[in-house]
């Protein structure tokens, strides 16, 4: 069974236009992200949801937006779409690091996100 | 602003040569992990540094941790093909969340 699973996995879409990635983890996590990783491999994290209440909000345009409907579950919609926005993006989740002390991250296969 | 400096950004080694990646934060860190990510896959876990001067080992992998927490190393012993990826260092964004702040990878290419 697939650990921290995205679709799609490939997305191809025109300028302006409104799309969702939809991620699900079956670890049982309560805190899943969103990262976003670019040409150069750069990761960045853009979203950290936990227990349904987001917790960190980096600096991205509020064009993106993360919904979680359940612990297991954290979308990524993101509104009329820029070139700029050609990029993989993972999601992953992990467990508070107050309940354990290692808090490792599992991550999804990714979606790469193709803006013509 | 948060950052971990990673270095060499690139390494091209023969097969059998080492391969050292090293971390620098401006900052003491709570601790450290460490992730692998192959060629068109995802970050995979590879370890967590917690202590001071921690050092630890993953068969051909050495992980260490710095004295003063502010750096850290991965060193590959005698590099094979599989261990081609990039490897990249993460600290956590601030003492209460779990949202990783990472470097910039290290791609690591081995020529057999």
């Known amino acids: 069974d697939t650990a921290v699973s995205q679709t799609p996995k490939y997305l191809v879409t025109q300028m302006g236009n409104d799309k969702s990635i939809k991620c699900e983890q079956n670890?049982?996590?309560?805190?899943m992200y969103w990262y976003k990783q670019d040409s150069k491999k750069f990761l960045k994290i853009m979203f950290s949801?936990?227990?349904?209440?987001?917790?960190i909000n980096e600096t991205v345009p509020n064009r993106f937006s993360p919904k979680s409907p359940d612990k297991a579950h954290l979308n990524l919609h993101i509104n009329s779409l820029e070139l700029g926005d050609s990029a993989v993006y993972f999601c992953?989740?992990?467990?508070?690091?107050?309940?354990?002390?290692?808090?490792?991250?599992?991550f999804g296969p990714g979606t790469r996100l193709t803006v013509l | 602003g948060q950052q971990v400096m990673q270095i060499p950004q690139y390494q091209h080694v023969q097969e059998g040569e080492d391969f050292t990646t090293y971390c620098n934060s401006s900052?003491?860190?709570?601790?450290i992990q460490w992730y692998k990510q192959r060629p068109g896959g995802h970050p995979v876990f590879l370890i967590q540094?917690?202590?001071?001067?921690e050092v630890k080992k993953q068969k051909r992998l050495t992980f260490q941790f710095g004295e003063a927490k502010k750096n850290s190393s991965l060193h590959i012993t005698a590099t094979q093909t599989t261990d081609v990826g990039t490897y990249f260092c993460?600290?956590?964004?601030?003492?209460?969340?779990?949202?990783?702040?990472f470097g910039k990878g290290t791609t690591l290419s081995v020529s057999s």
């Open positions: 992953a989740s992990s467990l508070r690091v107050v309940i354990r002390q290692h808090n490792e991250q599992f």
């Open positions: 949801y936990n227990n349904k209440e987001l917790i």
């Open positions: 540094l917690v202590k001071s001067g």
């Open positions: 993460a600290e956590r964004v601030n003492q209460a969340g779990t949202a990783l702040i």
């Open positions: 670890l049982g996590h309560d805190t």
């Open positions: 900052t003491t860190l709570s601790n």
